[in-house]
């Protein structure tokens, strides 16, 4: 940078060719920032330019550029790579690990779509690379982009990377004009074990395993380092086609070979599940002379009709499983047992081990569970491990199954220390010192602080603040854990985010001022605040992080409800309700304890029926309430959980504070909004024959449909199987629409 002049010696026409040698200066900070891989300048020398700026043109202002700097707070997202939106959603796999839950597939899908038990199905079995995902997108035969799987919806662009794996054609001869090839980017031992020695001797950096060398690999913003790095690739799939590949997977997979695609040899037809679980031995004994790391094998239906019936839940298909391999393990000393309280207030006792690698992997801590499995029994009060509990002190052993949290298959009782005591479960919050409470029938402890208790707090904002809630950029865990211990600048509820900006502005010291933060982060933290003021209300209700209610279940009360202020009025409605539903929850629970025989079950009920309906409800409360629990994938005790924690007064406080400070909360998209069925109410009732209960719900739900459990006012249609009964005769009272299953299907288009 040029000696800079003291700004009181500058002249008008000096000033003036200052002025705009500083905007030109700082525009290409700004680009090299927030588009290149790396910053020119550091934070402190661009708020230095800022700070002159603004102060040549406190001394000038009329000399004010239209481009003027000072005007420009931050950017677009300062990454690394660019985003790709994918075509189609990059999902994930269903886990499965014992052969019982092969057959169990097999029956769903059977069950699904109505077949009779020997009807012939085809699968295919192939090896699970543990690699990562790749989606390739080819127009016309040429390799447009590369994408990694990013959160599903949104993949980093590794274009420039993935050109230089030699494995990836870049061009192709005779493939459909659109083409998303997905697969896995892995690295092959051999190559793994030159990549770390060339390391070690140059004093570069090593990795823990190829799937850890693949991913530093393929995420390199230089590209030119990628194509130094042996990468290799396996085609498994596809995402968005302009045609089809051909009618099955495994034709499929041969036409991608065809076209230039490694494929894995170990893909094979097989006819079921027996033949499912004599592939998965096969290959199980293959895997230590495969030459690259697998870690189950993946099962799917080969007929691509039968895959589009399937369709997904929310984030894996119907039409799949992962079979994993068995679980490493590893016995190692169990140093102490640690109790996290969550946000929801659960207890949480995780073991502090001392380190062991357990296939690859670093492990010093696992989960614990709750109570009764470190006592040795099931929450039936079932003996597991033959009853054996765990101490501090204690041998144990240590398995990962899949990418989940460690967890503690066995204690070695030979090994026991002389002086090792049973473990006894906190009965208060270690964190709030409130009372820990285990309700019947609960294996879990729960710290009944709520808000004060800062770990649920802290849980709570985190949870906020999270990729499906809020998805605040800048706003991490480690930020929450900062700002919340703040003093000057706290965010200890959701609404302290948005008021952020306005607090830092009244306040004497800066957040731009202090650690971590520069001008430019702190300008960015706020503008990202700012663009969550407008927040889709499937997300501000999972946001809230309220037990039992997870992001499903957030769209399905968005899609009914359809806006804040209804869902909050109707919960209001229901508060009565749902209070009484606790309270013969409990009546059941008591009466039950106390017959104890299943003889006795008319004394349950009426103990509870006697709870709900004295004194009588206002009818009110009463249609809210079943309004409520009547919306599909919303159970009673979701509805408990809702009600209660949204009508609690000072949790309510802070949800209308946080609501207070946002712009706009965004109805749900509709999903067809081309389908006649869009928006409207179903229910289906009697027997469905050429559709299934689940398969029906979810192509109507596909069409923007609701289904609901029971007939109300609110119903559009009701949808009458064989033998249909009181449900038909209710809508026909109510006038609601009623057709049979042929009608619905002509009117959904199927
Ligand atoms: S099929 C709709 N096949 O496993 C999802 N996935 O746990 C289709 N993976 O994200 C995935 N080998 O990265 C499929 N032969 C294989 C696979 C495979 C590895 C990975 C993939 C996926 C993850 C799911």
Not at 504 to 526: C, I, M, P, Q, V
Not at 704 to 729: F, P, Q, R, W
């Amino acid at each position: 940078m040029a000696q800079e002049r003291a700004i009181a010696d500058l002249n008008e026409a000096e000033a003036g060719a200052e002025l705009a040698r500083l905007a030109g200066e700082l525009a290409r900070a700004n680009r090299a920032y927030h588009q290149a891989d790396t910053p020119e300048i550091t934070d402190a020398a661009y708020d230095a330019l800022k700070a002159r700026n603004a102060a040549i043109e406190a001394r000038f202002p009329h000399l004010k550029r239209p481009d003027s700097p000072s005007d420009q707070v931050g950017a677009a997202p300062a990454e690394g790579f660019g985003k790709i939106r994918h075509a189609q959603r990059m999902l994930s796999l269903a886990n499965a690990f014992e052969p019982e839950e092969i057959a169990e597939f097999d029956a769903r899908i059977r069950r699904y779509l109505n077949l009779v038990p020997d009807a012939p199905l085809a699968y295919t079995a192939e090896p699970k690379i543990d690699g990562l995902s790749l989606s390739l997108r080819y127009e016309d035969g040429v390799l447009v982009h590369a994408a990694t799987r990013g959160d599903g919806e949104t993949g980093e662009d590794v274009t420039a990377n993935a050109r230089t794996i030699a494995e990836i054609p870049v061009r192709l001869e005779g493939a459909p004009a659109l083409l998303e090839v997905r697969g896995e980017v892995y690295m092959r031992h051999a190559d793994f074990q030159a990549l770390n020695a060339r390391a070690a001797e140059t004093g570069g950096k090593s990795f823990a395993n190829p799937r850890n060398a693949a991913a530093g690999s393929l995420r390199q913003l230089d590209a030119e380092i990628t194509r130094a790095r042996p990468l290799s690739f396996f085609a498994y799939g596809w995402g968005a086609l302009s045609e089809p590949l051909a009618d099955g997977q495994m034709a499929s997979l041969k036409r991608l070979e065809t076209l230039g695609f490694q494929v894995n040899r170990l893909t094979r037809p097989c006819d079921g599940p027996a033949a499912l679980l004599e592939h998965y031995r096969a290959i199980e004994a293959a895997r230590p002379d495969l030459g690259y790391d697998i870690d189950g094998v993946v099962y799917k239906i080969d007929d691509l009709a039968l895959q589009a019936r399937l369709g997904f839940r929310s984030t894996t298909p119907r039409w799949a499983i992962a079979h994993k391999f068995a679980a490493e393990t590893a016995w190692t000393v169990l140093e102490g047992i640690e109790i996290q309280v969550g946000r929801t207030g659960a207890l949480s006792p995780v073991a502090r081990l001392k380190p062991i690698n357990v296939g690859g992997v670093l492990v010093s801590n696992a989960t614990l569970h709750n109570e009764d499995y470190i006592a040795g029994r099931d929450s039936r009060g079932q003996p597991i491990r033959e009853g054996r509990d765990i101490r501090v002190g204690d041998r144990v052993q240590v398995y990962r199954a899949g990418d989940v949290i460690p967890k503690i298959a066995d204690v070695d009782l030979a090994q026991r220390p002389g002086d090792a005591v049973p473990y006894v479960f906190p009965q208060t919050c270690p964190e709030c010192g409130s009372v820990a409470l285990r309700e019947p029938g609960d294996s879990t402890h729960r710290c009944t602080g709520g808000l004060i208790c800062p770990a649920q707090a802290i849980e709570k904002l985190k949870h906020f603040v999270s990729r499906n809630a809020f998805d605040i950029d800048g706003l991490g865990a480690k930020q929450i854990e900062m700002f919340f211990a703040d003093d000057q600048l706290p965010i200890r509820e959701p609404a302290d985010i948005f008021t952020l900006r306005a607090r830092d502005a009244a306040n004497l010291t800066k957040l731009k001022n202090r650690d971590g933060f520069g001008e430019r982060s702190a300008a960015k933290l706020f503008d990202a605040i700012d663009e969550r003021r407008r927040i889709p209300l499937a997300r501000l209700l999972f946001g809230l992080g309220i037990r039992h209610l997870g992001e499903v279940a957030a769209a399905d009360l968005a899609r009914h409800f359809g806006g804040w202020r209804v869902l909050i009025d109707t919960v209001d409605r229901a508060a009565p309700a749902a209070a009484r539903a606790l309270a013969a929850d409990e009546a059941e629970q008591a009466e039950r304890a106390r017959a104890a025989t299943e003889g006795r079950r008319a004394e349950v009920k009426k103990a509870r029926d006697a709870i709900w309906d004295d004194p009588p409800l206002p009818e009110g409360a009463r249609l809210a309430w079943e309004e409520i629990i009547g919306i599909e994938g919303v159970g009673a005790v979701l509805a408990a959980s809702l009600v209660t924690t949204l009508t609690q007064g000072r949790e309510r406080a802070s949800v209308e504070r946080l609501v207070a400070e946002l712009a706009e909360i965004q109805p749900p998209e509709q999903r067809s909004t081309d389908s006649p069925v869009a928006g409207k109410t179903i229910v289906f009732t009697g027997t469905l024959t050429r559709l299934t209960r689940a398969e029906a719900k979810a192509r109507a739900e596909a069409s923007g449909a609701k289904v609901a459990g029971s007939v109300s006012a609110k119903t559009d249609i009701l949808v009458a199987g064989e033998g249909a009964g009181s449900k038909a005769a209710k809508a026909e009272a109510l006038g609601v629409r009623v057709i049979d299953e042929d009608a619905w299907l002509a009117l959904i288009g199927a």
